[in-house]
């Protein structure tokens, strides 16, 4: 990922891709996702922004963290509280 666009190279097999600060500088951190090796565009699915604040499914988050979608919560097990 060249902050733009996915970018395919012969060397790199990733499907994934972390870009720091992606086509600014406003100090978020997102985590994409492609569906090939050759995908033109990823799909961004989580992003932290420069306040912490943590969204998964939102690229603007409100709270520290900020799930849009169905949400799993499991209780039980070893050391759960």
């Given amino acids: 990922y ?3 666009a996915w970018v395919a190279d012969s060397t790199s097999r990733a499907t994934s891709m972390i870009a720091l600060g992606a086509a600014s500088a406003d100090g978020t951190i997102r985590f994409y996702t492609a569906a090939a090796n050759n ?16 969204g998964i499914g939102t690229t603007t ?3 520290k963290l900020h799930v849009y979608g169905t949400v799993g919560v499991n209780s039980g097990g070893t050391g759960a509280s």
Avoid: E, F, L, W
């Fill in 2 to 4: 060249n902050g733009s």
């Fill in 61 to 63: 988050p409100s709270y």
């Fill in 39 to 54: 995908a033109a565009a990823g799909t961004q699915r989580m992003h932290i922004d420069k306040d912490g604040n943590v």
